[in-house]
């Protein structure tokens, strides 16, 4: 034993004393593992009495199974490549089977002929900083996670703004269509408005001639007559499509309305084409000029017969519909009768399909079509509150639809 | 890419007759050194390090491919014949040695001689066979795995790499020797461990010599003697070397029982 200090001189230390209270635990073990030697810090820590791993037990039984294979797949090759080895992390075995987590560093003592004698095993107490590590790794975890919700989102946010991008160019061309429509309807409606009331002074000054005619005389009034009567049937074209037209919407049961005008449809469509009519009795009333929309399907007819030359199909429906908000032929919320006119003929590309319903345009030859049928078709839809809607691929024949309120 | 150049093969020696050395898992071709100082003058020698370790093109690491051991057997395949290797001797470290025995069994024609150094068919314990280890030993490896990979100094090495100019402090942290991808590694980890080849040994017709130490924890001795019994006309040696890497650990002895097999 050493004699207490005295005063004012300093503690004594010896190289004995700082192996065995070092703050590390120190191991010495053979190249098979054997433990030669382990000072006071390493049993205080693992609960072992020096002689029950001197000469007694082999480093790697203080560690974990999986630490075993570990330190003869890794620890040892390392040891013998390299002569050391840095801060392996290891969970050590006490006496009571309870472990704490160590880092072990490695060094190889040599013997005389320079060949591995002994290792030497320095363990650091990592509790805190193992505990530390997996903070770290949890925030590790936690921030990438995050990385990866920030990049998904601006993933959808672009996919979001891409959508709502191309929704609302889709609505501002159908607008651009629909203030096209207008300005055509306005124009065209007030021409002949003009017109009509010229027709009409046309027509009474011719009958007021014809009281004061001869027999040949009035034969050529009457000539004058039938024109300005065709000419009075085409302003009324106009007028609907400029939705300047008179109507007169009652409760249309539609299904009566369409049986009934077979006769008018089929002459319409001409022989060699075949009509088929699916309009269900018990569908709701529509609220339209019943005259002017029977006037419409024949319309539809006679376009049905020009786009099938060689003869097909045409089908008549009606079907309940309801449109939600935010639909792009502009229909209020709300439920409609759908009347459709479905043909087989040979469609339209989608140039045409844009211009179809305009007024005073045809595909007809020259002298055939005066181009107000669709556009009548159109004013009728739009003026009673619904709309046109038209679907169409070249060979793929095509659909006009006539989108009604329903009669309140 | 080659074969040559995915696998880091290098070629060493003076002699004709090629030996392949395959490395176990946990290291890479750098365990071979003893060896290769004891056979570079009698033969051919060629090293490599498996997809994942030391000096591998890690970008070759195929999940399928490398879920299973047939895949790195078929590297190891592939390797022989772009050299155009023929009665190749080939040396497999612990889980190469299983490597060594499937290749064998597909190409036999190939292979001239396989030494086994602490093979075992299968780590795992199943009814009547001990492999040494349950399953939760070796879920137990995993985690210190992820404990030396992916804690402080895993996760430091990168900043630090980071750092060219101060080279030294990578070198002071992670251990230079035998590294390894630690996502492959945990994934190698498992398919070594958690393989079972037991039925492949009688497939072997090349003529074997199995190299069994004392005190393998990880091959131990009746593992050793399962794989003797069980590959027909095989040679067993039990060296006094103790521990699991004899080539290292005691490659006199290694190399005096190498010789006499060859």
């Given at each position: 034993m050493t004699q207490p200090p005295s005063p004012g001189a300093l503690p004594f230390e010896s190289a004995e004393e700082l192996y065995e209270n070092a703050p590390f635990a120190y191991?010495?073990?053979?190249?098979?593992?054997?433990?030669?030697?382990?000072?006071?810090?390493?049993?205080?820590?693992?609960?072992?009495?020096?002689?029950?791993?001197?000469?007694?037990?082999?480093?790697?039984?203080?560690?974990?199974?999986?630490?075993?294979?570990?330190?003869?797949?890794?620890?040892?090759?390392?040891?013998?490549?390299?002569?050391?080895?840095?801060?392996?992390?290891?969970?050590?075995?006490?006496?009571?089977?309870?472990?704490?987590?160590?880092?072990?560093?490695?060094?190889?003592?040599?013997?005389?002929?320079?060949?591995?004698?002994?290792?030497?095993?320095?363990?650091?107490?990592?509790?805190?900083?193992?505990?530390?590590?997996?903070?770290?790794?949890?925030?590790?975890?936690?921030?990438?996670?995050?990385?990866?919700?920030?990049?998904?989102?601006?993933?959808?946010?672009?996919?979001?703004?891409?959508?709502?991008?191309?929704?609302?160019?889709?609505?501002?061309?159908?607008?651009?269509?629909?203030?096209?429509?207008?300005?055509?309807?306005?124009?065209?409606?007030?021409?002949?408005?003009?017109?009509?009331?010229?027709?009409?002074?046309?027509?009474?000054?011719l009958e007021v001639a014809e009281r004061h005619s001869d027999e040949r005389g009035r034969?050529?009034?009457?000539?004058?007559?039938?024109?300005?009567?065709?000419?009075?049937?085409?302003?009324?074209?106009?007028?609907?499509?400029?939705?300047?037209?008179?109507?007169?919407?009652?409760?249309?049961?539609?299904?009566?309305?369409?049986?009934?005008?077979?006769?008018?449809?089929?002459?319409?469509?001409?022989?060699?084409?075949?009509?088929?009519?699916?309009?269900?009795?018990?569908?709701?009333?529509?609220?339209?000029?019943?005259?002017?929309?029977?006037?419409?399907?024949?319309?539809?007819?006679?376009?049905?017969?020009?786009?099938m030359p060689d003869g097909g199909t045409l089908t008549v429906s009606a079907t309940l519909e309801s449109a939600a908000g935010g639909d792009p032929g502009g229909l209020a919320p709300g439920d409609y009768l759908r009347v459709a006119a479905r043909d087989t003929g040979i469609g339209m590309d989608e140039a045409t399909l844009a211009k179809a319903a305009e007024p005073f345009f045809t595909t007809k030859p020259a002298g055939q079509g005066t181009g107000l049928g669709l556009s009548m078709v159109h004013g009728l839809a739009a003026q009673s509150g619904g709309r046109l809607a038209l679907d169409s691929q070249p060979g793929e024949g095509t659909v006009v639809a006539i989108w009604l309120p329903v009669a309140g | 890419m080659t074969a040559r150049q995915r696998n880091n093969v290098r070629i060493i020696g003076e002699g004709t007759r090629p030996m392949i050395f395959a490395h176990g898992y946990g290291c890479d071709q750098s365990m071979w050194r003893f060896m290769v100082e004891a056979f570079a003058h009698d033969h051919r020698i060629i090293l490599f390090d498996h997809v994942g370790a030391g000096g591998s093109d890690l970008s070759a690491y195929d999940p399928e491919r490398h879920g299973g051991l047939q895949g790195y057997a078929d590297d190891v395949l592939e390797i022989c014949r772009e050299l155009d290797l023929r009665d190749v001797v080939f040396v497999g470290h612990s889980v190469s040695a299983m490597i060594g025995v499937l290749a064998s069994i597909r190409e036999p024609e190939r292979f001239a001689k396989l030494v086994l150094i602490g093979p075992s068919p299968c780590y795992v314990n199943h009814d009547g066979y001990r492999g040494g280890f349950s399953r939760e030993d070796l879920?137990?490896?995993?985690?210190?795995?992820?404990?030396?990979?992916?804690?402080?100094?895993?996760?430091?090495?990168?900043?630090?790499?980071?750092?060219?100019?101060?080279?030294?402090?990578?070198?002071?942290?992670?251990?230079?020797?035998?590294?390894?991808?630690?996502?492959?590694?945990?994934?190698?980890?498992?398919?070594?461990?958690?393989?079972?080849?037991?039925?492949?040994?009688?497939?072997?017709?090349?003529?074997?010599?199995?190299?069994?130490?004392?005190?393998?924890?990880?091959?131990?001795?009746?593992?050793?003697?399962?794989?003797?019994?069980?590959?027909?006309?095989?040679?067993?040696?039990?060296?006094?070397?103790?521990?699991?890497?004899?080539?290292?650990?005691?490659?006199?002895?290694?190399?005096?029982?190498?010789?006499?097999?060859?």
């Amino acid at each position: 034993m050493t004699q207490p200090p005295s005063p004012g001189a300093l503690p004594f230390e010896s190289a004995e004393e700082l192996y065995e209270n070092a703050p590390f635990a120190y191991l010495s073990v053979g190249t098979d593992g054997q433990i030669a030697r382990a000072n006071r810090t390493l049993l205080a820590w693992t609960g072992y009495e020096a002689a029950d791993l001197v000469g007694v037990k082999r480093f790697p039984e203080l560690l974990t199974a999986g630490g075993r294979i570990f330190y003869e797949t890794h620890v040892q090759p390392l040891l013998r490549l390299q002569g050391t080895v840095n801060e392996i992390a290891y969970d050590i075995v006490r006496a009571d089977g309870t472990v704490f987590p160590a880092l072990m560093n490695g060094t190889v003592l040599r013997d005389g002929e320079g060949r591995p004698a002994l290792y030497r095993l320095t363990l650091l107490d990592a509790s805190d900083r193992r505990a530390f590590e997996r903070e770290l790794q949890a925030a590790r975890r936690r921030a990438e996670e995050a990385g990866e919700a920030l990049r998904r989102l601006n993933e959808t946010l672009e996919e979001t703004v891409r959508t709502e991008v191309e929704r609302r160019l889709r609505a501002e061309e159908a607008l651009r269509h629909a203030q096209k429509m207008e300005a055509l309807g306005q124009l065209t409606g007030s021409v002949a408005h003009d017109f009509n009331n010229l027709l009409g002074a046309i027509l009474s000054n011719l009958e007021v001639a014809e009281r004061h005619s001869d027999e040949r005389g009035r034969r050529f009034l009457a000539n004058a007559v039938r024109s300005v009567e065709r000419g009075e049937a085409l302003t009324q074209r106009m007028l609907a499509f400029g939705r300047k037209q008179r109507l007169n919407p009652t409760r249309v049961d539609l299904a009566g309305l369409v049986t009934g005008a077979r006769d008018l449809l089929e002459r319409s469509l001409g022989p060699g084409n075949r009509l088929v009519l699916g309009v269900p009795e018990d569908l709701p009333p529509a609220l339209v000029d019943a005259n002017q929309l029977e006037l419409a399907l024949m319309n539809l007819a006679v376009n049905a017969r020009h786009a099938m030359p060689d003869g097909g199909t045409l089908t008549v429906s009606a079907t309940l519909e309801s449109a939600a908000g935010g639909d792009p032929g502009g229909l209020a919320p709300g439920d409609y009768l759908r009347v459709a006119a479905r043909d087989t003929g040979i469609g339209m590309d989608e140039a045409t399909l844009a211009k179809a319903a305009e007024p005073f345009f045809t595909t007809k030859p020259a002298g055939q079509g005066t181009g107000l049928g669709l556009s009548m078709v159109h004013g009728l839809a739009a003026q009673s509150g619904g709309r046109l809607a038209l679907d169409s691929q070249p060979g793929e024949g095509t659909v006009v639809a006539i989108w009604l309120p329903v009669a309140g | 890419m080659t074969a040559r150049q995915r696998n880091n093969v290098r070629i060493i020696g003076e002699g004709t007759r090629p030996m392949i050395f395959a490395h176990g898992y946990g290291c890479d071709q750098s365990m071979w050194r003893f060896m290769v100082e004891a056979f570079a003058h009698d033969h051919r020698i060629i090293l490599f390090d498996h997809v994942g370790a030391g000096g591998s093109d890690l970008s070759a690491y195929d999940p399928e491919r490398h879920g299973g051991l047939q895949g790195y057997a078929d590297d190891v395949l592939e390797i022989c014949r772009e050299l155009d290797l023929r009665d190749v001797v080939f040396v497999g470290h612990s889980v190469s040695a299983m490597i060594g025995v499937l290749a064998s069994i597909r190409e036999p024609e190939r292979f001239a001689k396989l030494v086994l150094i602490g093979p075992s068919p299968c780590y795992v314990n199943h009814d009547g066979y001990r492999g040494g280890f349950s399953r939760e030993d070796l879920e137990g490896l995993v985690e210190v795995l992820d404990s030396n990979q992916l804690g402080w100094a895993g996760t430091m090495a990168p900043v630090i790499m980071g750092n060219p100019d101060r080279p030294e402090l990578a070198e002071e942290l992670r251990n230079s020797f035998c590294r390894t991808d630690p996502e492959i590694a945990r994934r190698f980890a498992r398919v070594t461990f958690f393989s079972d080849n037991r039925h492949d040994l009688p497939r072997v017709t090349t003529p074997v010599l199995i190299l069994q130490c004392a005190e393998d924890a990880i091959a131990p001795e009746a593992v050793g003697a399962y794989v003797h019994d069980n590959i027909p006309g095989s040679r067993l040696v039990r060296l006094a070397a103790t521990g699991h890497c004899p080539h290292m650990s005691a490659p006199d002895e290694t190399i005096r029982a190498m010789r006499a097999f060859l």
